[in-house]
């Protein structure tokens, strides 16, 4: 059974740091892209960051040079470190796995966690 | 800055049929943007329920369908049950890594 656990979340100042992490397990965790999607209090989705297979990294426009997406595989865990936080970035913040199909990646997120809240206030 | 737009809100008979739309700001969606589509209830972790246009994830019913409509990815509910009623998010892939959620749309049945 594919599961992804978040951890790491809490109260942060403005400014301040927070790494999460996502510890995955039910799959060969090598194999698959992750990404961390975003959800803040009463608003919608939004996509995060992605690390492929190959460790390339994503990031959205308004969190880049501040967020760092990151995996040790040996550990079969996900990171995302937080820097230079905002009060707009206050968010549950939830791992997900890229789905692939027939060896080819489809592009969407097949399975996803429950989520670890990111508070950012003084 | 391409958006991706969907209707903020819907609403259905049971039994009836309901569809979503996922567009863009600027151009049209085609099956190249890989469209998915997934489900959440509130204090929940989404569903995915269709994912390159219109390929179903495992699981789930066959009432609900996706396809590309004119210029849209679509998301159909076809006999729509109570418990359909939930927030519905797209997803465009839009190249060189990165992915766009829509807005959401929330479907009420009553």
């Known amino acids: 059974e594919v599961q992804l656990l978040e951890s790491g979340g809490g109260l942060v100042q403005p400014g301040g740091s927070l790494r999460l992490s996502c510890a995955a397990s039910?799959?060969?965790?090598?194999?698959?892209?992750v990404s961390w999607v975003r959800q803040a209090p009463g608003k919608g989705l939004e996509w995060v960051s992605t690390i492929g297979r190959d460790g390339d990294t994503y990031y959205t426009d308004s969190v880049k040079g501040r967020f760092s997406i990151s995996r040790d595989k040996s550990k079969n865990t996900l990171y995302l470190q937080l820097n230079s936080l905002r009060a707009e970035d206050t968010a549950v913040y939830s791992c997900a796995r890229r789905g692939r199909e027939g060896g080819s990646p489809k592009y969407y997120f097949d399975f996803w966690g429950q989520g670890t809240l990111v508070t950012v206030s003084s | 800055q391409t958006v991706v737009t969907q209707e903020s809100s819907f609403s259905v008979s049971p039994g009836g049929t309901v569809t979503l739309t996922c567009g863009l700001t600027?151009?049209?969606?085609?099956?190249?943007?890989?469209p998915s589509w997934y489900q959440q209830t509130p204090g929940q972790a989404p569903r995915t329920l269709i994912y390159?246009?219109?390929s179903r994830s495992s699981g789930v019913p066959d009432r609900f369908s996706g396809s590309i409509l004119g210029n849209k990815a679509a998301l159909t509910i076809t006999g729509a049950q109570t418990d359909d009623e939930s927030d519905y998010y797209c997803v465009l892939y839009m190249g060189s890594g990165i992915s766009m959620f829509g807005g959401g749309t929330k479907v009420t049945v009553l």
């Open positions: 039910g799959f060969t965790f090598s194999n698959y892209g």
């Open positions: 600027s151009g049209s969606v085609s099956t190249s943007y890989y």
């Open positions: 390159s246009t219109n």
